[in-house]
């Protein structure tokens, strides 16, 4: 499986963005995909998780402030992320996971600064 990751970039706090990440190869229908995000150094941590079926988790740092969605019929995952915040500066990373392994994207820069 291969995950391609865009839509990161410098925002404001405050403000939003929305990564998406696309997947492809050998892709079967039953998996789970997410968001992980990795800050300079830190660990890499959660951030939301959704499985086929459309059940989510998210971290508590961003528990109604981020959404996480998927369309399966694209293999397509996204992040929508509002009232962003300093400490949301991060590598984020797309994450897709089923019967044959854990597979990670490249990562997208998310910088929030004034």
């Known amino acids: 499986v291969q995950l391609v990751e865009s839509g990161g970039g410098l925002v404001q706090p405050g403000g939003s963005l929305r990564l998406s990440c696309a997947a492809s190869g050998s892709i079967f229908s039953i998996n789970a995909m997410g968001w992980y995000r990795q800050a300079p150094g830190k660990q890499r941590e959660l951030v939301a998780t959704i499985a086929t079926v459309g059940r989510t988790n998210y971290a508590n740092s961003v528990k109604g402030r981020f959404t996480i969605s998927r369309d399966n019929a694209e293999n397509a995952v996204y992040l929508q992320m509002n009232s962003l915040k300093p400490e949301d500066t991060a590598v984020y990373y797309c994450?897709?996971?089923?019967?044959?392994?854990?597979?990670w994207g490249q990562g997208t820069q998310v910088t929030v600064s004034s």
């Open positions: 994450n897709w996971k089923d019967v044959t392994g854990d597979y």
